[in-house]
């Protein structure tokens, strides 16, 4: 299963922790984990196009950390996008995906 951990202080996301693997299907046919992985680096990397310093990031075979360091209203709606698309695809995978607000 994959784990989303979204972490906010003072209404502003500061920490997302994404790790695991869906399982879904066998390793290269797993749809739902190339999902998680397609939305979430995209988001990184508009991110760093529109401001390098906002973020600071690792990402490594089945885990994904963003810290936030800079707050802006285009890295926040980048943010807020990413999040909303793991929901919806958490919705209809239920069983793979599991999203936490902290």
């Given at each position: 299963?994959?784990?989303?951990?979204?972490?906010?202080?003072?209404?502003?996301?500061?920490?997302?922790?994404?790790?695991?693997?869906?399982?879904?299907?066998?390793?290269?046919?797993?749809?739902?984990?190339?999902?998680?992985?397609?939305?979430?680096i995209?988001?990184?990397?508009?991110?760093?196009?529109?401001?390098?310093?906002?973020?600071?990031?690792?990402?490594?075979?089945?885990f994904?950390e963003?810290?936030?360091?800079?707050?802006?209203?285009?890295?926040?709606?980048?943010?807020?996008?990413?999040?909303?698309?793991?929901?919806?695809?958490?919705?209809?995978?239920?069983?793979?995906?599991?999203?936490?607000?902290?």
């Amino acid at each position: 299963m994959i784990k989303v951990k979204i972490q906010k202080r003072d209404d502003k996301f500061f920490k997302i922790t994404i790790k695991g693997h869906a399982e879904y299907d066998e390793k290269g046919k797993d749809i739902v984990c190339a999902s998680v992985s397609s939305i979430v680096i995209t988001s990184i990397n508009a991110i760093v196009r529109v401001d390098e310093a906002s973020i600071e990031y690792k990402d490594l075979d089945g885990f994904i950390e963003i810290n936030i360091k800079k707050y802006d209203n285009i890295v926040n709606i980048l943010i807020e996008n990413m999040i909303d698309l793991l929901k919806e695809l958490g919705e209809d995978y239920k069983n793979y995906i599991e999203i936490r607000e902290v």
